[in-house]
């Protein structure tokens, strides 16, 4: 499903049915979507998906075989790089080798005939943006990979872009730097109200920035909306597999309702109307409870997560479901014990068999 | 990691027998380049160097040859491989296989080859010792294009030159500005390895009939031996010295790099 998002504002990035072939291979197929000012929207999908092909067009470091991008309302689809005025932060560190961190900030100031006194200003408050302000003087190869990837987010914005584009910024970087990063580079957008396009393939990074999320599959989009929504509704089989983790239960749909492990469970847009499916359910969704008399299933394994617990169980149908659960309520399950598993009253998607 | 005493003298033994092996001839040709009739010592060839107006002029050509042909080789080669690099990579493959072609054609088939081509260079542009240029800068390219390649491939040229195009920089400031700037080193040994090449070459220029130091050296071989020796051992020096401070610099940036 391609799915072109209105927004009551002028967008102030647009993308009109886009389409990157690459011989055979089809890397966009067809991609609309608007982004409204100060919006961070993020692409987010898997490997080959074309989230990067469209961010590269849209920074000009790559030609659409079709269609049009347009930002601030001008068609900027033939407009050179240099001249596109975006600001990038690429997945690899991308620092000038030979220059400071000061001289990275200002490059782009540089380029563009802004006096040395500005230049300077300007990088300082940018670095003091980013929580660097005492690195100035320093090499690209005397920071770390966090250190690195905010000073490209400092020199990216330093140029006051129209659109800011971050490609995969955190994937070189280890799990506690990239929550840290993560977190601030939402800080530092929401604090400059820059546009922003983030590609990435880590769903709980994306959750955790976005405005909206759009999910891309084989160069379409398949849903776009706000975290939540999207992780509550989703709109097709792929997203609800993709954002999150789903069990696959068997389900039998009459009348708008889906029976699954005989509760009746409503129906999300999208599901099959009649007949027998499989229906997308949430781990939490579900509820495991010690039982005898009616037990409908075994536990298969207990995997303690912190707060939470993932409980494996083995269904008396065969089917096997995983279920979230807290600690506490996990801590009185064992493998083996026998148990009732149930579904919770949200809706849920059914595809078909 | 501790090494043992008698692999320290083994050490030591293989370094003088390489010292031998490599300052002995050299030493040699300063002792005859000095000697004087009746057992005395005399500056009399080293004076010739920049008295003996004919290879003196032959000394400038070379140095001028080694100036041009540096620098024509890296205005050529340059801009190509990044450009090659950054936009036509499936290209990289035959820039490679043409640059070390000269590598693999002896030198006298170079020329034979080539005569028909230098017939057209003097026609136009007079017949002068600097023509050799052109040839030199095809002789010195599989050495120049392995030095800067290296250096390319040390860095992520096209993630700097994508972060400096986003930034606003034009094709030549990526260039100039962003490339050159990280690959310093690999300039710095094509342009000494080339300077080297061209203060040595001997057969091209002989069999085009040109006078450069090399043909020089050997014409005076003939008639001043002295004075031949003497030059073959500055020309060797100053090639040392070159390859001396490439070391020196390529040491330095590693440093600052590091």
Known sequence: MTTAVSTQTEPAVAFRDLHRHYGEVRALDG???????????????????????????????????????????????????????????????????????????????????VDRAKRIKRAGEMLELVGLSTQGDRYAHQLSGGQQQRVALARALAIEPAVLLLDEPLSALDAKVRVQLRDEIRRVQLEVGTTTLFVTHDQEEALAVADRVGVMFQGRLEQVAPPTELYARPATPFVAEFVGLSNRMRAEVSEGTARVLGAAVSLLEGSVTQGSGYALVRPESLGVTAAEGDANGRVVSVAFLGPISRVQCRLDDGQLVVAQLTSAGASRLSPDDAVRVDVGADAVLVVPE | MRTSPAFRVVRVVLLLLFAVFFFGPLLAMLDFSTRGTNGSRTWAAWANLVEDPELNRAIVASLLLSLFTVVLMLLLLVPTMIWVRLRVPRATRLLEFLCLLPLTIPALVIVVGITNVYQWVTYFLGDHVLNLTFVYVVLVLPFAYRAIESALSSIDATTLAEAARSLGAGWGTVIGRIIVPNIWSGLLS???????????????????????????????????????????????AFAFVLLLLLSVVGRSRRTEGS
């Not at chain 2, 001997?202 to 085009?208: C, D, E, M, V, Y």
């Open chain 1, 31 to 113: 991609l609309s979507l608007d982004l409204a000012p100060g919006e961070l929207v993020v692409l987010l999908g898997p490997s080959g998906c074309g989230k990067t092909t469209a961010l590269r067009i849209l920074a000009g470091l790559d030609i659409a075989t079709s269609g049009t991008v347009m930002v601030g309302g001008r068609d900027i689809t033939h407009v050179p790089a240099n001249k596109r005025d975006m600001g990038m932060v690429f997945q690899a560190y991308s620092l000038f080798p030979h220059l400071t961190v000061e001289e990275n900030v200002a490059f782009g100031l540089k380029l563009r005939g």
């Open chain 2, 190 to 236: 094509a342009a000494f390895i080339s300077v080297a090449l061209v203060l040595g070459e001997f057969t091209i220029a002989s069999l085009l009939n040109y006078e450069n130091m090399q043909v020089v050296i050997a014409l005076l071989g003939k008639s001043d031996a002295n004075t031949s020796v003497a030059a073959s051992l500055a020309a060797i």
